[in-house]
């Protein structure tokens, strides 16, 4: 899984300063952050409305326009993936009850 995860973060990051014209990624990241956020945001909902219709298929392709997204929005943060993989790797063996416990308080 790392690999296809990874393979696609170094397609986002090269594709960030493509031409706009011919790179959908960079045409997203000349639009800005807000843009790419609003098309996370999109991508989530429609994935949830896809759940809600018991739509496989749907959540399916939903699911991977959502990753996409994310990936791109965390490029555009210089977030690598291995920062959000690895705090996957420490999040698991620990309840979730006890990690959201765990976090600070507001």
Known sequence: ???TFHDLEK???RRRT????QSYV???TARGRGKIAQKVGE????TVIAAMASDREGVVGE????IFHLMVLLADLDIPLDAVLDELD???GVSGI???????KD
């Open 1 to 3: 899984m790392r690999s």
């Open 11 to 13: 397609t986002i990051r």
């Open 18 to 21: 493509a031409d706009p014209s």
């Open 26 to 28: 960079a045409k997203l």
């Open 43 to 46: 991508e989530a909902v429609e």
């Open 63 to 66: 699911s991977a326009d959502l």
């Open 90 to 92: 420490r999040r698991e």
């Open 98 to 104: 006890a990690e959201k416990a765990a976090r600070p």
